[in-house]
């Protein structure tokens, strides 16, 4: 038929800035016939956008007449869910960390599965959950066609998840905000979710129907008709999990004993225990970030950047790591840490034997690559078995690297230091450290109670 074609292409979007408002033009050909689209909202030319992206991708026929799929009705177009989660994938991406943004993914593959509109024909739940992950990587699903096996089961998540005008139902909205809620406060498995994780895909979710608000998608954000108790989170560093010097130590040590990869990692560690550095911030470390390593005495390194781990999946690059700023800083700002003695000792002696690697890393792999988290993990617990006696490794103590970063913070707040100090050397901010490090804080509880004896008791 010529009044129809399969060759239907999806260009990006394209923003006419004008002296008083600003246009965005969603552009697209059907048999090689140029159309666009204009819209005064991003957010809606993203919707659209995204609808005939999925329409081109399920290989639809095209109308010539007015180029948009057949299938559409000419009165309104009803969007699903499924639809509309790529739409908020794709405005949220350009804006987002990769680690926020497989944290979004996270949510809408679980709450997904909560809003199937039918039991027929449907895909096994692993399946289903790939094919999603797969669509909420907008750099991957920008940039190849899915794999046929996939391709059929988001062909079938398109057309049976319910409509998104199913929210402004009454009564209909709050019953599929709820099944939602329950979905995310529980695991595969249907054991209760951590608090953390709970509590994170709701903030997700919500900000996805914020979305539909925004967009004039939805009239009303319908989790604001459910009363959901939140889960509540341990906001607080068990001191069970903070080892004390000497322990630090033994681990140390025990690293540097393990094996030729150990040897590479005991100041990799170091820089967790003595200066407060987050993994991702450790694996970034150069040698242009280490301003004194005097012989004796203490140095000073200044951060700049850190490599958080996503997955290749979530980052622009398609690497695992990519480069970021520091945490909780502008883009461009910098944080300084001193250097304890005995980890200026262990930095020097390290970049004397191993030198520095690509683009000046202090810690690379044996073959030059980059410290891997298999590879420091497996360093870790092997040393730590080794390190701590039966009852100690038994315990919660030290069970994952990131305890080294709150053994440091600790450290220097039990040692009396001024808490905006610590605040600035640990990249906090002073009201999160007071109330992460808590229980970690020595002491003052015997002071407190001593002050109150002084006060109460009798003059007699």
Not at 103 to 116: K, M, N
Not at 295 to 316: F, K, Q
Request: glycine fraction near 6%; include cysteine; proline fraction near 5%.
């Amino acid at each position: 038929m010529k009044d129809i074609t399969y060759d239907a292409r999806i260009y990006k979007t394209e923003v006419y800035k004008g002296k008083k408002v600003t246009t965005y033009y969603v552009r697209w050909s059907t048999g090689g016939k140029p159309w666009k689209e204009p819209y005064r909202n991003a957010a809606q030319a993203d919707v659209f956008r995204s609808e005939l992206m999925t329409a081109a991708r399920r290989g639809e026929a095209f109308s010539m007449a007015t180029g948009r799929p057949v299938s559409w009705k000419r009165e309104e177009t009803a969007l699903s869910w499924y639809g509309f989660t790529l739409a908020f994938v794709e405005a949220k991406w350009p804006h987002a960390s990769p680690n926020h943004r497989r944290g979004i993914a996270e949510a809408l593959v679980d709450a997904t599965e909560a809003l199937l509109s039918t039991e027929s024909g449907v895909p096994s739940r692993d399946v289903r959950r790939t094919a999603l992950r797969w669509a909420y990587s907008t750099r991957i699903r920008d940039g190849e066609k899915a794999p046929a096996d996939l391709e059929k089961v988001l062909r079938w998540l398109e057309d049976n998840t319910v409509a998104l005008a199913d929210f402004d139902e009454q009564g209909r909205g709050a019953v599929l905000a709820r099944a939602i809620l329950t979905r995310i406060s529980q695991t595969m498995d249907g054991k209760p979710a951590a608090a953390n994780t709970a509590n994170r895909k709701r903030m997700v979710l919500n900000s996805a129907m914020e979305y539909g608000q925004e967009i004039g998608l939805l009239k009303a954000n319908p989790f604001k008709t459910v009363k959901w108790t939140r889960p509540r989170t341990l906001s607080t560093v068990d001191p069970r999990a903070v080892i004390n010097s000497e322990q630090a130590r033994r681990f140390l040590t025990a690293v540097r004993l393990d094996s030729k990869r150990g040897e590479r990692m005991e100041a990799f560690f170091g820089c967790m225990y003595y200066a407060a550095l987050r993994p991702e911030e450790v694996v970034d470390l150069r040698r242009v970030h280490l301003h004194s390593l005097p012989e004796e005495g203490w140095g000073e390194m200044r951060l700049t950047n850190a490599e958080p781990r996503a997955g290749s999946r979530w980052t622009n690059s398609g690497k695992p790591r990519e480069r970021r700023g520091l945490k909780h800083r502008a883009e461009g700002d910098t944080r300084p840490i001193p250097i304890h003695p005995e980890l200026v000792s262990l930095l020097r002696a390290h970049l004397g034997r191993f030198g520095t690697g690509p683009e000046g890393r202090v810690f690379i792999g044996p073959r030059g690559g980059l410290m891997t988290d298999r590879a420091y993990l497996k360093v870790f617990h092997e040393a730590r078995k080794k390190a701590f006696t039966s009852e100690e490794a038994s315990s919660p103590l030290m069970d994952v690297p990131y305890t080294l970063r709150h053994a440091a913070v600790s450290t220097w707040l039990n040692a009396g230091v001024p808490a905006p100090q610590v605040a600035e050397w640990a990249g906090h901010s002073v009201d999160v450290l007071l109330r992460v490090y808590a229980k970690c804080i020595y002491g003052q509880q015997s002071e407190a109670m001593s002050r109150i004896w002084e006060a109460t008791r009798s003059s007699m």
